[in-house]
């Protein structure tokens, strides 16, 4: 059945898609069944509408030594150029859109866009932020963000939007890892306010975090399908057989215990209607690797400052559509989108823009000592990215032949300048 959406409440349409460290042959040429997926829930609408704002998000965006080494604006750069005019190549009326913000660091970026005759025009207060949670803080893994605020239409402060894009830790056994990283994210990953002071992510209207977050699929020994990941690749086909998969979803699981405060406050859609993103063969578009089990590493969640605490299954914020798209076949993970209907906003002018409502037993704080470790890791980047860079260079694409190649080299020279000091004391 379809429903009418008034004019005033946003359409925002989030993408994310690790694309396996490949640089700017990440991507294939036509990104429509990705970036316009308005075509497919023309059925939840009475009338088609173009997306207000669109966020899109890449982890492993080329190759990690050189992300490291902070070679990545190329990358960026030829990404949002594809991306804009794929866009607007397929919007729905041939809407315009701007670029409103990007930011990448390490191999995670994130580009947001808007609607020119809409949220484009009004944007203000655009502000990015970055963080690293690798070892000694590198942007191995880490996000990145982008905050901006929208005037009300009858004047006032309007409301914030903030967007995150995450990479964190893999592995199955890293959950105490993974849970870490985003407390540290929570703590470092900050904004200015209007006092100068800074603030949490947190400290917005409407939330939205999208990425590689890497919780897997881990079943109990008893289960049938533990020792046979090809099977559990056959039935994720089933729509019933990953009603029965989702609860051994890690990040699910975790979520669901009463002193968790992972991912506060936070709403997902059923992303079992979907199947698991990961972990594909290259050049695949439908057959799992061996190697792990099929998992949910990527998702998209969200909030907005009509949800509370009491009710975190329900929200102000409607998710029309949250689904893989198979078809791209050049990562080991498929690409994931979403497309949420914002609450409509008060009619009412307010000095100040609404906040997210927390319970009172969470009070997030922006970690004393944040600068001080995101450059500390942005010092380790640099150098272990050039170190990395060089040795890839000595073994033409390999690291290890490069060391191995340094090492000979040294030796070579070790050995020549003992025979010319021996000779010299003839």
Not at 5 to 17: E, F, H, T
Not at 123 to 133: E, I, L, R, Y
């Amino acid at each position: 059945m379809s429903q009418a959406v008034p004019p005033n409440r946003l359409l925002v349409q989030i993408a994310s898609y690790n694309t396996n460290l490949q640089g700017e042959n990440g991507l294939p040429q036509d990104l429509v069944d990705w970036l316009s997926p308005t075509l497919q829930v023309s059925s939840f609408l009475s009338h088609q509408r173009p997306a207000d704002i669109i966020a899109v998000g890449f982890q492993e965006l080329l190759p990690l030594h050189l992300g490291l080494s902070g070679f990545s604006k190329k990358v960026i750069e030829n990404r949002n150029a594809h991306i804009l005019a794929q866009i607007e190549a397929n919007a729905l009326n041939k809407e315009r859109y701007a670029l409103i913000a990007k930011i990448v660091n390490g191999g995670v970026a994130l580009l947001l866009y808007a609607r020119d005759a809409g949220v484009a025009r009004t944007a203000c207060d655009v502000q990015t932020s970055w963080t690293g949670t690798g070892p000694g803080y590198m942007a191995n893994k880490g996000a990145v963000g982008v905050r901006f605020r929208v005037p009300g239409e009858s004047g006032g402060a309007g409301e914030i939007f903030t967007f995150v894009c995450a990479h964190l830790t893999a592995h199955a056994e890293n959950v105490a890892r993974r849970i870490s990283d985003w407390h540290h994210i929570v703590g470092t990953l900050l904004f200015p306010s209007p006092a100068g002071t800074p603030t949490t992510l947190y400290d917005t209207s409407h939330l939205f975090l999208l990425g590689d977050l890497n919780f897997r699929v881990v079943l109990p020994p008893e289960h049938p399908l533990k020792r046979a990941p090809a099977a559990i690749g056959e039935a994720l086909s089933s729509q019933s057989a990953r009603d029965e998969l989702k609860e051994y979803d890690q990040l699910l699981c975790e979520r669901r215990l009463p002193s968790s405060r992972l991912f506060m406050c936070l709403r997902e859609g059923e992303f079992w209607k979907f199947k698991c993103s990961y972990k594909y063969y290259l050049g695949e578009v439908d057959k799992y690797s061996a190697k792990r089990n099929p998992s949910w590493t990527d998702r998209i969640l969200y909030t907005t400052y009509t949800d509370t605490p009491d009710t975190p299954e329900h929200s102000g914020i409607t998710n029309l559509l949250y689904t893989s798209i198979p078809g791209y076949t050049t990562s080991d993970h498929k690409p994931i989108v979403s497309l949420l209907l914002l609450p409509a906003p008060s009619t009412t002018p307010a000095p100040a823009p609404p906040l997210l409502c927390l319970p009172a037993h969470y009070v997030p704080a922006p970690d004393p000592h944040a600068t001080l470790k995101r450059y500390t890791g942005r010092v380790l980047d640099r150098v272990i990215g050039c170190v990395w860079g060089i040795f890839t260079l000595l073994g033409a694409g390999s690291l290890l032949v490069g060391v191995f190649n340094f090492v000979l080299g040294l030796g070579a020279w070790g050995w020549w300048r003992a025979k010319v000091n021996g000779e010299g004391t003839v």
